[in-house]
């Protein structure tokens, strides 16, 4: 047998695993996204601090897509833009969001992401929190560096909305009267505000004319939203391979998400004891109750449907933008981040 395939067996394999959206736009933004990588390792080290490199190595090289920073590259690129600082605001946005996640891992006491432990289980809480407020800080030199107030006051405001966005999570925990529109504001602040920076401070970088940093704030905040949402179909509809955490996280944190505060106001008596008992008393132990419930009420296909709008919002938006292909790989994205929940 031959030890390297034919022609024929390669073209057979490319066609069995289809390039994703995402390897796509990486693939066409390589060169800047390996700068903003290089970037982001040399602002991550610490002369005094070893331990500061060491934890964010273990976060930044852990095989995450980048989803954030490609956003703002590949806007920029898109809309013209010349100079480094894209590579300057694509940075800034991947460490608003490895400080966000360390910050979180503490405050959900997480043991997994991305399929690896946490950076609070391999050391501690506190190394987590004091790192996690370097990369703020760190984020914010760059900001600076760009010497736009425009992109300041657009990456200091998302900064604020991921907070505030979490501390609302936190108090809606374990909350069953939670709203679907407090659920929103949840999204928008702990997801989508810094989808919609890091899409829109690349136009801004370009110059683009401001319907279409407009537009592309609107991308950038509909497809965080149907990101989020997914997530959240994805703790009760998924696989824990496929989500990079445990099956069931959630459930077992009493948060309230799309498909149970659906669940909860369709539910009988029977059912909203069993919510109280999961969710307000942290008795959560028998998830597949808890999915047999969403199945019944269906809220999970209705989540499902819910992150499809918010995707064709995120497509029309693009719409408005001169055609390319660049913009062409964005609406493809906004396909992929919906696929996963199939």
Request: glycine share 6%; hydrophobic share 45%; aromatic share 4%.
């Amino acid at each position: 047998m031959p030890l390297v395939e034919t022609q024929q067996e390669q073209d057979t394999m490319t066609e069995a695993t289809p390039i994703k959206p995402h390897d796509r736009l990486a693939a066409a933004c390589a060169p800047e996204m390996e700068a903003v990588n290089d970037l982001i390792r040399a602002r991550m080290a610490s002369e005094h601090a070893p331990r500061i490199p060491e934890v964010t190595a273990h976060l930044v090289d852990a095989g995450g897509k980048r989803v954030r920073p490609l956003l703002t590259i590949a806007c920029a690129k898109m809309c013209g833009a010349v100079g480094d600082n894209p590579i300057k605001l694509a940075a800034t946005v991947e460490f608003i969001h490895t400080a966000t996640l360390l910050h979180d891992d503490v405050v959900d006491e997480s043991h997994q992401r991305r399929g690896r432990p946490t950076a609070n289980l391999l050391w501690d809480n506190q190394s987590s929190v004091l790192v996690g407020d370097y990369l703020f800080a760190r984020s914010f030199q760059l900001m600076v560096e760009t010497g736009s107030l425009r992109m300041l006051d657009i990456l200091s405001g998302a900064a604020a909305t991921i907070a505030e966005g979490e501390v609302l999570q936190l108090t809606a925990a374990r909350n069953l009267a939670t709203t679907e529109a407090t659920y929103l504001q949840v999204v928008r602040g702990k997801t989508a505000a810094l989808f919609q920076a890091a899409a829109e401070v690349g136009g801004v970088a370009a110059d683009a004319p401001e319907e279409h940093i407009r537009a592309l704030a609107t991308y950038g905040d509909a497809l965080g939203i149907s990101f989020q949402i997914v997530d959240d179909w994805l703790d009760y509809g998924g696989a824990g391979d496929d989500i990079g955490k445990n099956l069931g996280d959630d459930f077992r944190e009493g948060k309230l998400t799309l498909p149970v505060i659906r669940a909860i106001a369709r539910g009988d008596d029977d059912e909203q004891a069993f919510w109280k008992q999961a969710l307000e008393q942290g008795q959560a132990d028998d998830l597949d109750r808890a999915r047999a419930i969403l199945a019944r009420h269906g809220t999970l296909e209705e989540t499902r449907l819910e992150a499809l709008a918010w995707r064709d919002k995120a497509r029309t938006a693009l719409a408005t933008l001169p055609p390319s292909e660049l913009r062409d790989m964005l609406e493809d994205l906004a396909d992929y981040v919906v696929a996963r929940a199939h």
